[in-house]
T-cell receptor, first 116, second 115 residues
């Protein structure tokens, strides 16, 4: 397997700007998850997709956040009007969900966002 | 609601010592999965193990072993003869057995192995 990739790895932006992150999952994986990790904490679930359908959004995901997964392949996470509290590592993970069972989630390297 | 507690924030050991990382979880589900992930300084979470709540058999993989005790809601991780390369943050996580399977993580234990 080629692993999960994320772009960019680092993003520095000014408060109020919009940012977009991209995640490319493992090719045969039909599920894609977004998590957010702040310093000294474990990752927290934000949202997930089964193929192209976004099935659930966490209460952590405010209206300023939007995620898409067109055609069930790569996914984007956009944050509008960034705030300093959005500074965190944004992690993407993918997994395979099948009738016979599932594969565990494999994580990308993350995008570290700093909002000045 | 699900919750994972890793009470040990940081552990420091000398190389070749054995070390156990504790994990206690809470869930109302009767079936669920437990996981351990490693996050080295590079930042990428690396999957180590998955355990089904029906399977309480302990597992050993090389220097790593896991002790799952449903009666005490614990899923502890032991590294035998630790090495400097084991230095990382280790996360215990819990997911539903079906549905979204989103991971609920503990806050992690930072392991420092000194040469």
């Amino acid at each position: 397997d080629t692993g999960v990739s994320q772009d960019p790895r680092h993003k520095i932006t000014k408060r109020g700007q919009n940012v977009t992150f991209r995640c490319d999952p493992i090719s045969e994986h039909n599920r894609l998850y977004w998590y957010r990790q702040t310093l000294g904490q474990g990752p927290e679930f934000l949202t997930y997709f089964q193929n192209e359908a976004q099935l659930e959004k966490s209460r952590l995901l405010s209206d300023r956040f939007s995620a898409e997964r067109p055609k069930g392949s790569f996914s984007t996470l956009e944050i509008q009007r960034t705030e300093q509290g959005d500074s965190a590592m944004y992690l993407c993970a993918s997994s395979l969900e099948a009738l016979a069972g599932f594969r565990e989630q494999f994580f990308g390297p993350g995008t570290r966002l700093t909002v000045l | 609601a699900q919750k994972v507690t890793q009470a040990q924030t940081e552990i420091s050991v000398v190389e070749k010592e054995d070390v156990t990382l504790d994990c206690v979880y809470e869930t109302r589900d009767t079936t669920y999965y437990l996981f351990w992930y490693k996050q080295p300084p590079s930042g990428e979470l690396v999957f180590l193990i998955r355990r089904n709540s029906f399977d309480e058999q302990n597992e050993i993989s090389g220097r790593y072993s896991w002790n799952f005790q449903k009666s005490t809601s614990s899923f502890n991780f032991t590294i035998t003869a630790s090495q400097v390369v084991d230095s990382a943050v280790y996360f215990c996580a819990l997911s539903e057995a079906t549905g979204r399977r989103a991971l609920t993580f503990g806050s992690g234990t930072r392991l420092q192995v000194q040469p």
